[in-house]
């Protein structure tokens, strides 16, 4: 699903087909080959089992619908992104996300109307990997992973701490496994459904594979910089004579 | 002569601000001007197809410097090239990126570019500058990043890259670009007619309004 949302994130603007396997290492990827075998897995997965799901889903469902799944989804994250705001001091931020939550949840009828939104109340998202890029830890090597797809050790590890932080995880309630698989389900499809357009030209780049690595990367740094983009636009750009 | 000094001192760094202040100035105008142009190129209901790709290409031509882009995208495959290989391979890109452009472009047809800012590179010709665009049928706007290079001997400046801003990071598309061709040559033992044959079946399918998945073919537009 990560895979899925990264992938939709920024490839939208970039044109061109297929994976392809290749043993040259870079320093950010040593493992390369290996991921470039989970990538290819992760595609052809997604071709038979989401991509259909998930354009089905459009289909049968209306834009505001899809909309409502999409917001009540997103509020149930607000717990875990107030955390994450708290632990790297964002704490106004926090407290916004708190007033969001409490108005979405009454209000917004159990978060499908982004109530606090029409009121000016941005979403943020954050999670315990932007929460580690903030705290200086580095990402570390380049990671594919089965069903979840793009990942580092600094963003997997995030991934299993946003988990101990999400209170629904805890609660105890009736048939709670069948709600929690129902809501993974949800997400999984309403996350796909929404960059049906960018994994389609992704999958028109040459190297898919390279298009996601970078497109992955980039969007992360974004994410633990809050969306601020660098004082200096020339930074990582090589000079002309360098290419 | 210490008054001379400074006044020396002081004329230096007027002269310097304001060179790099107009620098901005000439950056944010060219990209005004011309992206506008483009965009308002691909809303003409009047011009037929053939008609509108010329045009198009004609604009594109002014405002990118396609030639350059192809070179630097080759990187250090494109140094030892046999000539006939690198007129063609150019001669390819050319049409690629013209074809990339304009299917991606679409979404933008008829909407105004909107300056943000300019930044110029110290001691370079070069400036990136800023802008905003509004997705046609869409409520969507995204911030694009131009990189102009001024050219040689003309006041005038030309696109080498173009950035998208990814919620606060840029993704510059010919440095994308560079790194899928470089993965390619590497297996291909440097081999550019692979990159070439790739390209003409990429826009030989987008002309005729084929496969080319996610991508508005010129057919269907």
Redesign the interface.
């Known amino acids: 699903m990560r895979s899925l949302k990264m992938a939709a ?2 490839t ?6 297929c994976a ?1 396997t ?1 043993t ?1 290492a870079r320093a950010e990827d040593p493992f390369e080959s290996v991921n470039r075998k989970v990538f290819a897995f992760n595609m052809g997965l997604d071709r038979i089992i989401l991509e259909p799901v998930a354009k089905g889903y459009r289909v049968v469902t209306t834009d505001n619908m899809r909309e409502g799944v999409s917001n009540a989804l997103s509020n149930l994250y607000e717990p875990v992104t107030a955390v994450n705001q708290v632990l790297q001091g964002d704490f106004v931020d926090a407290g916004e996300t708190v007033g969001r939550f409490a108005m979405n949840t009454t209000l917004g009828i159990g978060g499908f109307v982004d109530t606090a939104g029409h009121f000016g109340q941005e979403r943020k998202k954050e999670d315990f990997g932007q929460t580690l890029g903030v705290w200086g830890v580095p990402e570390g090597p380049f990671l594919v992973l089965p069903i979840i797809g793009p990942s580092n050790p600094r963003d997997l590890t995030g991934m299993g701490v946003d988990t101990a932080f999400q209170p629904l995880n805890w609660a105890q309630f009736d048939n709670e496994t069948a709600w929690l698989t129902a809501r993974s389900v949800t997400g999984a499809v309403s996350a796909r459904e929404n960059g049906i ?11 898919p594979y ?2 996601m690595r ?2 992955y990367g ?6 633990i ?5 660098h004082e ?3 930074q990582d ?4 004579n360098d ?1 | 002569m210490k008054m001379f000094k400074r006044l020396v001192a002081t004329t230096a760094l007027a002269v310097g601000l304001t060179g790099a202040a107009f620098a901005d100035a000439d950056s944010e105008a060219f990209v005004s001007n011309n992206a506008n142009e483009v965009l308002s190129t691909l809303n003409q209901p009047s011009l037929t197809d053939e008609e509108r790709v010329a045009q198009f290409a004609n604009y594109m031509d002014k405002f990118a410097n396609m030639d350059e882009i192809a070179r630097l995208v080759l990187g250090q495959y494109g140094r030892d090239l046999d000539p006939e290989v690198k007129a063609r391979y150019t001669e390819t890109f050319r049409r690629y990126a013209l074809a990339v452009y304009e299917s991606q472009l679409d979404q933008f047809r008829g909407e105004e570019i909107k300056i943000i800012s300019s930044q110029d590179r110290k001691k370079r010709r070069e400036s990136i500058v800023v802008t905003e665009v509004q997705a046609a049928d869409q409520d969507k706007t995204l911030m694009v990043l131009w990189r102009l290079r001024g050219e040689k001997d003309a006041d005038d400046y030309r696109v080498i890259d173009v950035g998208l801003n990814l919620d606060g990071s840029i993704l510059w598309l010919m440095d994308n670009q560079r790194q899928q061709f470089e993965q390619k040559l590497s297996q291909s033992r440097g081999d550019v007619n692979v990159i070439i044959d790739w390209m003409n079946d990429w826009i030989t399918t987008y002309r005729n309004g084929g496969e080319v998945e996610g991508v508005i073919s010129d057919k269907k537009s």
């Open positions: 994130v920024g939208s603007l970039l044109a061109a087909s392809s290749t040259t357009e960018a994994i389609d030209q992704l999958r028109t780049q040459m190297d390279t298009a970078q497109v980039k969007s992360r740094e974004g994410a910089r809050n969306g601020e983009l200096d636009l020339f750009l090589p000079e002309f290419y």
